[in-house]
């Protein structure tokens, strides 16, 4: 699993990334290995968002992060939004037991 959490600047462009997330192309549900993807935000924290994407393995995950379709996939986010760089983190789990 892959956890992608990323924080938006400007509180007031929240809602546009929860209808992007919701209007998303869908281009890594294609991906060879992709197994399912969950978009959270924190109730205490609403500027932040965590994309969770399951996968076969770490090869199919690492494939899908280095192909054109990730960039084109990520540059769809609304325009004009600014990231707090400092909370822009992705992490990659082992999946232990469900």
């Known amino acids: ?37 969950d978009v959270l935000q924190p109730q205490d924290t609403p500027s932040e968002f965590w994309v969770l994407t399951y996968w076969r393995d770490r090869a199919a995950f690492d494939t899908w992060y280095e192909s054109p379709a990730f960039k084109v996939a990520h540059d769809r986010l609304p325009e004009g939004i600014k990231l707090v760089q400092s ?12």
Do not use: Q, W, Y
Not at 10 to 37: M, S
């Open 1 to 37: 699993m892959a956890m992608s959490r990323f924080e938006i600047k400007d509180t007031a462009k929240i809602g546009a990334v929860r209808e992007a997330f919701r209007n998303r192309p869908r281009l890594v549900d294609e991906a060879e290995g992709f197994v399912r993807l």
């Open 87 to 98: 909370a822009t983190r992705i992490s990659v789990f082992d999946h232990i037991v469900s």
